[in-house]
T-cell receptor, first 115, second 115 residues
Framework: SAVISQKPSRDICQRGTSLTIQCQVD?????MFWYRQQPGQSLTLIAT?????????ESGFVIDKFPISRPNLTFSTLTVSNMSPEDSSIYLC????????????FGPGTRLTVL | AQSVTQLGSHVSVSEGALVLLRCNYS??????LFWYVQYPNQGLQLLLK??????LVKGINGFEAEFKKSETSFHLTKPSAHMSDAAEYFC?????????????FGTGTRLLVSP
């Protein structure tokens, strides 16, 4: 199993600013993912964070808005850029070995409010 | 199109009563299926998963789920609800049987347990 921590746990930000969320895993994982959970809704995959290369984004999400880094097998960051109130959500990272049958382990999430 | 549906955004039961949370998927190929639980202000925790082995899967905290291909369902049950079971439950599906895992989540069901 893997234990995942995120920083910050919550933040309140002003429109037009950017926030970087950190995700740390206590062991090496092949795959890391970033999800968005909008108020009262389910989780939507933003992107797959690839170690040493550009992230793979899902439809509707772009690198300019959500730049992602993954410098090693235990750490990743997601930046929410030029924020608007519509970006108010919980952002979760997850990690795992990556095969279709494998368990994904989730961090506690970062609750973002944009004013 | 591939999708996952959870019927009922809220389910209320009394303590000691049967818990039944419904999940149906739409796919031409049987996917891999997961149930996750999210307690308030926490990340997601895996309850159980179906990966083509036994169709009746037992998980943590007394939960189990049965994969029924003919009904394209993977409903979650627990014989006797406990107050500590109150949480949000997500059914998730990995439609890819090869390569890296990408999870598609249902909209979630909030379980309310009354004394």
């Amino acid at each position: 199993s893997a234990v995942i921590s995120q920083k910050p746990s919550r933040d309140i930000c002003q429109r037009g600013t950017s926030l970087t969320i950190q995700c740390q895993v206590d062991s090496q994982v092949t795959m890391m993912f970033w999800y968005r959970q909008q108020p009262g809704q389910s989780l939507t995959l933003i992107a797959t964070a690839n170690q040493g290369s550009e992230a793979t984004y899902e439809s509707g999400f772009v690198i300019d808005k959500f730049p992602i880094s993954r410098p090693n097998l235990t750490f990743s960051t997601l930046t929410v850029s030029n924020m608007s109130p519509e970006d108010s959500s919980i952002y979760l990272c997850s990690g795992g070995a990556g095969a279709s049958t494998d368990t994904q382990y989730f961090g506690p999430g970062t609750r973002l409010t944009v004013l | 199109a591939q999708s996952v549906t959870q019927l009922g955004s809220h389910v209320s039961v009394s303590e000691g009563a049967l818990v039944l949370l419904r999940c149906n998927y739409s796919s031409s190929v049987p996917p891999y299926l997961f149930w996750y639980v999210q307690y308030p202000n926490q990340g997601l925790q895996l309850l159980l998963k179906y990966t083509s082995a036994a169709t009746l899967v037992k998980g943590i905290n007394g939960f189990e789920a049965e994969f029924k291909k003919s009904e394209t369902s993977f409903h979650l049950t627990k014989p006797s609800a406990h107050m500590s079971d109150a949480a949000e439950y997500f059914c998730a599906v990995s439609f890819s049987r090869t390569g890296f895992q990408k999870l598609v989540f249902g909209t979630g069901t909030r379980l309310l347990v009354s004394p």
